[in-house]
């Protein structure tokens, strides 16, 4: 196996406030990592961490053996590291198809004078943009592609969270950050949406993903490794099996002893 991404002692500071400390986590091509842990553990931080939004006060983070540790969010996106966000980042009002294709943003001539004058070409790439949309839309939802151009409100969550995920997807990610997707979802739509991951993972074998969760069934069901956390530290790691035998899980995390 191949190692894709790795967090050296990550720490970060909020003030007086240590929300992550030490962290340490190896993720390997082509894997799905279960990042859990209860409320304020520092799970939404590693991800801001990772992808720029977050400073670090220690550590480092390095992606197929380049430190990406305080580069611009842009830049890390470059590298091949794309995310959802807990709370939606969608606009409502725009199609679905401009939810999704704003991820290529890499790729997307937005220029005034290309799209005025270089006409050829731009209509070139709507096409290529349209198809590569319709393509991703289909892997979840054959229903959901042929709304390609319905503005976004119409949509119910589950198909909501669907277009987050392609709008990462778009980019061709390495590392996928998936957080907390099935958030806002009934348990139906959540155990479909489970069906989805798998299927991305089939699509791009590759690919790595780390997903925060909080509904067990999810990780249990996808996650390869699962790592915990707990006021920013590691407090376990293993298989799902492992973890939830692990009596601090248990106790502190599952409500159980
Ligand atoms: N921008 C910020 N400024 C100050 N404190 C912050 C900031 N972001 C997060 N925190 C604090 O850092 C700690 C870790 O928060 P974080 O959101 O990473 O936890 P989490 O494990 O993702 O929680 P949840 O499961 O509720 O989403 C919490 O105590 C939180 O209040």
Request: glycine letters at 8%.
């Amino acid at each position: 196996m191949t190692k894709l991404f790795e967090a050296e002692n990550v720490s970060v500071r909020f003030g007086g406030l240590q929300a992550l400390d030490g962290l340490s986590l190896e993720v390997e091509e082509g894997t799905i990592i279960g990042l859990i842990g209860p409320n304020g553990s520092g799970k939404t931080t590693f991800f801001n961490t990772v992808t720029g939004l977050c400073r670090t006060v220690g550590g480092r983070v390095l992606i197929d053996g380049e430190n990406i540790t305080g580069l611009q969010p842009r830049h890390i996106y470059q590298r091949g590291v794309s995310r959802t966000f807990q709370r939606s980042r969608l606009c409502l009002s725009l199609s679905v198809f401009d939810n999704v294709v704003i991820g290529r943003q890499n790729s997307l001539d937005l220029t005034l004078f290309g799209n005025l004058f270089r006409r050829r070409r731009f209509v070139e790439s709507v096409r290529e943009n349209h198809e590569q949309v319709h393509a991703l839309l289909s892997t979840f939802s054959e229903p959901l592609a042929a709304r390609i151009f319905d503005p976004l409100h119409r949509l119910n969550m589950i198909d909501r969270r669907r277009i987050e995920v392609c709008r990462a997807l778009i980019a061709n990610p390495r590392l996928l950050l998936l957080d907390e997707p099935s958030a806002g979802m009934t348990p139906d739509e959540t155990h479909e949406f489970m069906g989805d991951i798998l299927k991305v993972r089939s699509d791009h074998p590759r690919m790595s993903i780390i997903i925060i969760e909080h509904e067990m069934d999810v990780i249990q069901r996808v996650a390869d490794h699962v790592v915990v956390l707990n006021f920013g530290k590691k407090v376990a790691e293993g298989t799902f099996d492992a973890v939830v035998a692990n009596p601090w899980v248990q106790e502190a995390y599952l409500g159980t002893s």
